[in-house]
């Protein structure tokens, strides 16, 4: 079944949730590790992505350690062609919507793209939104944040990528955000919008997980939680907010 087809029985089902893990942030045993409880808990879909700096070697070290331990699929969301390994189910083929920097809108994706098509991996057209703060991917992509309050711009973007053909829209308060994106702002896109909805960035409780559900999110992302003691009991009760 392709990831695509999987996403789609899932979400009729209820939230589906979605573990990131940058393989720069930690050996890619406990990379593996993380997937690997992930899953136990009940995450629907394992991520990978690293913004600058992710090596080819670390990516197909981290892949093949996850790979070997989990069932769920393993997705892999490129910056750009430098880090590219085709051992992943498939691949989100996003565009940062609001970036300044082209690199980030569709310049890093061109360099990927002849690869991706000639090796025929699958291939999930996403459209990113970063909301404030934005964090780490606000700041490389210079990107032109939408406000917290700006519910209509927001809405907008998201719109624009569903006509742009986007099958998904994520957005993105950054990784480590102080908050999630506002339920106000969820609430009033998902109003508009006709695709699933990702959400993610600043999630780190159950609170927060049910808060983002109910405002409309299909898709839910966490990273940070799994990189402190104490990942399993907090993921467990994340995922319990998201699937209740
Ligand atoms: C997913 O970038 C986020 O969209 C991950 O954010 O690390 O804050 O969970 P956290």
Known sequence: MSV???LKE????????ITLIDPMK???DAAARLALTAQEVGSDLILVTGLNGLSQRNLLETT????????IPLVYSPAGG??????FDAFFF???LNAKNPYYFCGGQAQAAIILKRMEVETIPV???????GMKVGDAANVDLISRDNYWMATNYAVAAELFGMGYVYFESGVNAAQPIP???????KKELSVPLIVGGGIRTAVDARRVRQAGADMVVTGTIIENAGYRERLRSILSALKD
Request: contains cysteine; proline residues 4%.
């Open 94 to 96: 996003g565009s940062l």
């Open 82 to 87: 430098e880090a590219l390994c085709f051992s």
């Open 26 to 28: 930690q050996s890619p």
């Open 127 to 133: 459209g990113y939104i970063a909301v404030e703060p």
């Open 10 to 17: 899932k979400l009729k089902k209820g939230t589906v949730h």
């Open 183 to 189: 339920a106000g702002m969820i609430r009033a896109v």
């Open 4 to 6: 695509t087809q999987y």
């Open 64 to 71: 093949r350690a996850i790979k070997e331990k989990i069932s």
